[in-house]
T-cell receptor, first 115, second 114 residues
Framework: AQSVTQPDIHITVSEGASLELRCNYS??????LFWYVQSPGQGLQLLLKYFSGDTLVQGIKGFEAEFKRSQSSFNLRKPSVHWSDAAEYFC?????????????FGTGTRLTIIP | EAGVAQSPRYKIIEKRQSVAFWCNPISGHATLYWYQQILGQGPKLLIQ????????DSQLPKDRFSAERLKGVDSTLKIQPAKLEDSAVYLC????????????FGSGTRLTVV
């Protein structure tokens, strides 16, 4: 069965500093990997996704993520965070199955930005 | 395009009462999902529809939860009777081709059972 581990429950970063959120997955084949962001009281917004090809994926809001098969990781990065990046971030892995894909989410990492 | 619509946004009920949530997916999206997100946890899939047929309901507590998707469009999720541990955000998502393109989530319904 597929699973996702986000080892950091809460991270605090100064505004303007760089950010890396960790994600490790378990899946038997080539995974579909996603990062979502959730602001308080809101639904989930897709930041970026990896299906195949280039292992460095660019997303919205200046985020990027790198797929490392050898480490079963898909870490999210941003070179300089803004106060508006404060939110909950979820990594997810997708099972493939001819149109029956479903996502399994990690427990999330809450990001706090300090001035 | 319009997003995934969910209602109500908030609901407070007493335990043992019943409650229903409604979801209207993006037009043309064949696949619809209901997720439960308990505070401090990631979303967990409850049920997945492909058009109006159930693809996966293995995580749905069928003794109290039920869901249907009328004519392959709108969907309702019902809880009867509710328990305290059902307090959560219930997220609806839809996908054009079953997830390859990623989901679009609604804003969710926050349920509090007291």
């Amino acid at each position: 069965a597929q699973s996702v581990t986000q080892p950091d429950i809460h991270i605090t970063v100064s505004e303007g500093a760089s950010l890396e959120l960790r994600c490790n997955y378990s899946y038997g084949a080539t995974p579909y990997l996603f990062w979502y962001v959730q602001s308080p009281g809101q639904g989930l917004q897709l930041l970026l996704k990896y299906f195949s090809g280039d292992t460095l994926v660019q997303g919205i809001k200046g985020f990027e993520a790198e797929f490392k098969r050898s480490q079963s990781s898909f870490n999210l990065r941003k070179p300089s965070v803004h106060w508006s990046d404060a939110a909950e971030y979820f990594c997810a892995v997708g099972a493939s199955g001819f149109g029956n894909e479903k996502l399994t989410f990690g427990t999330g990492t809450r990001l706090t930005i300090i001035p | 395009e319009a997003g995934v619509a969910q209602s109500p946004r908030y609901k407070i009920i007493e335990k043992r009462q019943s409650v229903a949530f409604w979801c209207n997916p993006i037009s043309g999206h064949a696949t619809l999902y209901w997720y439960q997100q308990i505070l401090g946890q990631g979303p967990k899939l409850l049920i997945q529809f492909q058009n109006n047929g159930v693809v996966d309901d293995s995580q749905l507590p069928k003794d109290r939860f039920s869901a249907e998707r009328l004519k392959g469009v709108d969907s309702t999720l019902k809880i009867q009777p509710a328990k305290l541990e059902d307090s959560a955000v219930y997220l609806c998502a839809s996908s054009l081709r079953g997830g390859v393109d990623g989901y679009t989530f609604g804003s969710g319904t926050r349920l509090t059972v007291v």
